[in-house]
C-alpha cells in the first residue's frame, strides 16, 4: 500500500496563509489523496480530497504536483481553531479492501 | 443524525478481562473500521471490514476480534486484555462514493 510522509510539526501564525507539505511518492494512478484533521479529543475529520487537479472547499484548498508524488494543504487564513493534526493519506479506487492507513500526521500551532 | 456512535466513552480494564467495544453507523456506510491511536502518536487499523459479513486484518490486529453483526454494527473485542493495548479506540465507516470517512468520539481505554 502506497503511503505517505509528512512533516512531524510545524507553526503558522493566526491569520496567515499556511502549506502543509506531503510526500506521497510510490503514488498509483488511481489512488486519490485525502486529508483530515483531528483537533484535541476528538476524532478526525475530512478536510479535502482530490486526484489529479487542484481542489479548492470552504475549509482549505489542496494543490497537487503535476507528477502526483507531492501534495500541499493551503489553509488560507490560520485561526486557533485550525490547531490540530493534520493526516494526508491515500485511498485506492481499486483497492478491493479499501483499507486505509494514517501515519502521525503533522502537528500544527497556530500561534496567536 | 448520529452519525457513528462509540460505547462506552471511557473503560478501565484490569489485566485479563474481557470486553466488546461497540460501534454503529446510521449512513448505510459499506465499509467501517477500527483505528486505535496511542498517546501522542497517529492512528493505526486494527481491522475494518469492507461490507457485511467481511472482516480483514489491518496493521495491529493481534490481542483483537471483530464481528460485522449487520450493516450498521461492528464490534471490536479484547478477549484478554493487556497493558499494552491502553490506547484510545476510534471507529470510522467510509461514504464510499464520496471517500470521505466518518470517525465516532472515542473510546478510551485504560487496562491496568
Known amino acids: 500500500d502506497a503511503k505517505t510522509t509528512q512533516p512531524n510539526s510545524m507553526e503558522s501564525n493566526e491569520e496567515e496563509p499556511v502549506h502543509l507539505p506531503c510526500n506521497h511518492s510510490t503514488i498509483s494512478g488511481t489512488d486519490y489523496i485525502h486529508w483530515y484533521r483531528q483537533l484535541p479529543s476528538q476524532g478526525p475529520e475530512y478536510v479535502i480530497h482530490?486526484?489529479?487537479s487542484n481542489v479548492n472547499n470552504r475549509m482549505a484548498s489542496l494543490a497537487i504536483a503535476e507528477d502526483r508524488k507531492s501534495s500541499t494543504l493551503i489553509l488560507h487564513r490560520a485561526t486557533l481553531r485550525d490547531a490540530a493534526v493534520y493526516y494526508c493519506?491515500?485511498?485506492?479506487?481499486?483497492?478491493?479492501?479499501?483499507?486505509?492507513?494514517f501515519g502521525t500526521g503533522t502537528r500544527l500551532t497556530v500561534i496567536p | 443524525n448520529a452519525g457513528v456512535t462509540q460505547t462506552p466513552k471511557f473503560q478501565v480494564l484490569k489485566t485479563g478481562q474481557s470486553m466488546t467495544l461497540q460501534c454503529a453507523q446510521d449512513m448505510n456506510h459499506n465499509s467501517m473500521y477500527w483505528y486505535r491511536q496511542d498517546p501522542g502518536m497517529g492512528l493505526r487499523l486494527i481491522y475494518y471490514?469492507?461490507?457485511?459479513?467481511?472482516?480483514d486484518k489491518g496493521e495491529v490486529p493481534n490481542g483483537y476480534n471483530v464481528s460485522r453483526l449487520n450493516k450498521r454494527e461492528f464490534s471490536l473485542r479484547l478477549e484478554s486484555a493487556a497493558p499494552s493495548q491502553t490506547s484510545v479506540y476510534f471507529c470510522?465507516?467510509?461514504?464510499?462514493?464520496?471517500?470521505?470517512?466518518?470517525f465516532g468520539s472515542g473510546t478510551q481505554l485504560s487496562v491496568l
Open positions: 471490514s469492507a461490507s457485511e459479513g467481511t472482516t
Open positions: 482530490g486526484l489529479t
Open positions: 470510522a465507516s467510509l461514504d464510499v462514493p464520496m471517500g470521505k470517512l466518518f
Open positions: 493519506i491515500l485511498r485506492g479506487v481499486f483497492t478491493g479492501a479499501n483499507n486505509l492507513f
